[in-house]
């Protein structure tokens, strides 16, 4: 299917605009790939609060609850490569998670949002994976697993990826999620790599 790129950006710039216009959007960006090349990209407004540095073409984004797919994807991918039941304790591969009352805790319980650590109980720096992995391993859970749901929205990637027997997500997508159907793992060199504190 080949899409014309100026019927689509004719399409879309006035979406993108109005994300600004009537929905209040800060920044954003937009690429839309057909055949290795950009055949649409757009980007506007700002990406600092107090609307002092123009959003760029080549702006950092924290992508948040996107990965969330992608690595519980590539995790059950590396499940049934193993033959891995998800009702096995986390603690099978993870010994050091084995503390605090997370003995029992599952895959399917963890994949779920149902293992009572969608927060941290200290501060911890979370740039500082070896920091945050070691505060989930000794952390109580906040109730007992499999009684509720809690999004895990900022440990659910340390909980999905930790020291155990499964390749760290970094790897995994490479190996055996995108090459069995042909896809290359986009790369990019960051130009702004400080993070806006504003």
């Excluded at 689509?8 to 006035?14: A, D, I, Y």
Aim: proline share 6%; aromatic share 10%.
């Amino acid at each position: 299917m080949q899409l014309a790129s100026a019927e689509l950006l004719q399409r879309l710039k006035p979406l993108f605009r109005e994300n600004f216009e009537k929905f209040g959007e800060l920044g954003a960006a937009v690429s839309v790939w057909q055949n290795g090349k950009p055949i649409i990209e757009l980007c506007g407004g700002f990406r600092d609060a107090r609307r002092e540095h123009p959003w760029m073409s080549d702006t950092l984004v924290l992508v948040w609850s996107a990965t969330k797919g992608i690595g519980s994807a590539c995790l059950l991918h590396a499940v049934q490569e193993h033959k891995i039941n998800l009702d096995r304790p986390v603690a099978e591969f993870w010994p050091e998670f084995a503390q605090a009352g997370k003995e029992k805790i599952t895959i399917a319980q963890l994949l779920s949002h149902q293992a009572g650590l969608c927060a941290l109980d200290r501060r911890v720096d979370v740039l500082d994976y070896d920091a945050v992995i070691g505060a989930l391993e000794v952390q109580k859970p906040l109730w007992p697993s499999g009684t509720a749901h809690g999004y895990h929205a900022r440990t659910f990637g340390f909980l999905l990826w930790p020291r155990c027997t499964f390749q760290r997500l970094a790897k995994h997508p490479n190996r055996s999620s995108f090459t069995p159907i042909s896809l290359r793992p986009a790369r990019w060199r960051a130009r702004h790599s400080r993070p806006l504190t504003d």
